[in-house]
């Protein structure tokens, strides 16, 4: 037994070197260092009344880079709403509303960058008024959602008046538009109560995900960790994972809707502030050197030995 366990231990070793040794590689960002607009030829940005019943238009002009940083500027604004029709049910809130009250900006790289697996970086200051729902996010593509897959890097909302940041994913059910979340809380006070000037100041969130799972952290503490092993979708995702396929990166400010609560008009202009999005890579993948073989063709009787049970893999 004593040799069984020494040669774990400079297994274990070996695969702990081979990954501080590797280190990360940068294969995308944006530094958003030139004043003027941002970069459309990475950038897409979303347009009009998107999700969630919000209260913003979203628009172009409302993003742009000054000072190193992207800012996505909400404001009170009011025209009238170019989708509006007299006829329209109230149940369409994108056509029933006959007035655009305020506008922000969401940007997308849905046409020009996504990744499987690795490290984002964004480094942020978010507007934290009320009524502001800034986020860092991230969808699949080739599925509807939420069975394309969704990880929350970021969100900031007000829940029964308190302020939260929280960090979620969610993936999809055997209902349409019915998804499965694991979601975290973190009450605002949280971070304030350590800082009382924290959202004055940036910050860095990240995320870190692996074939096991998808790590969340905001200035390096962890926020949320969910398992891969869970993510599986319903029926109508064929009983995928989503999160084994690429997703693309989603920056915006959205005010109100389900979630942001009553807007503080005396607030306006928001504005949320991005210094960097930052992707990176390992040189050379360890989990991709990690030899399986099926269950069946392994005879065990070493306890020390574990078996993942989801796939029913030993490594």
């Not at 702990?16 to 280190?23: M, T």
């Not at 499965?180 to 009382?196: E, G």
């Not at 200035?219 to 960790?225: A, P």
């Amino acid at each position: 037994m004593k040799r069984i366990l020494f040669s774990l231990f400079l297994l274990t070793t070996s695969f702990a070197s081979c990954w501080a040794q590797n280190g990360w590689k940068l294969i995308w960002s944006d530094e958003f260092n030139t004043d003027g607009p941002y970069d459309s030829n990475v950038w897409e940005p979303e347009r009009g009344f998107a999700r969630n019943h919000e209260a913003q238009w979203y628009q172009q002009e409302n993003a742009y880079c000054q000072d190193g940083s992207l800012v996505i500027e909400a404001r009170k604004e009011k025209r009238k709403n170019p989708t509006y029709k007299d006829d329209a049910d109230k149940n369409d809130w994108r056509r029933s509303r006959k007035y655009i009250e305020y506008t922000s900006s969401s940007l997308t790289t849905r046409r020009s960058f996504s990744f499987t697996y690795g490290r984002m970086e964004v480094r942020a200051k978010i507007p934290t008024a009320s009524g502001a729902w800034p986020a860092i996010w991230l969808l699949g593509k080739g599925m509807e959602w939420p069975s394309c897959g969704e990880i929350d890097v970021m969100e900031f909302y007000r829940i029964n008046g308190v302020p939260h940041i929280l960090a979620n994913a969610c993936w999809g059910s055997d209902r349409r538009y019915q998804a499965i979340w694991n979601t975290k809380r973190i009450p605002f006070s949280h971070f304030t109560d350590k800082d009382p000037q924290w959202a004055d100041k940036f910050h860095v969130w990240r995320m870190d995900w692996t074939p096991r799972a998808i790590s969340i952290y905001l200035d390096d503490e962890l926020m949320n960790e969910i398992p891969l092993k869970e993510t599986i979708n319903g029926t109508l995702g064929n009983h995928t994972n989503p999160f084994q396929k690429p997703q693309y990166i989603l920056l915006n400010l959205a005010l109100g809707g389900d979630n942001g609560g009553e807007i503080d008009n005396k607030k306006m202009p928001m504005q949320y502030l991005i210094d960097y999005v930052r992707v990176y890579q390992r040189e050379e993948r360890a989990w991709n050197r990690i030899r399986t073989v099926a269950r069946d063709s392994i005879v065990l009787s070493d306890p020390c030995i574990l078996a993942d049970s989801a796939p029913q893999n030993y490594y």
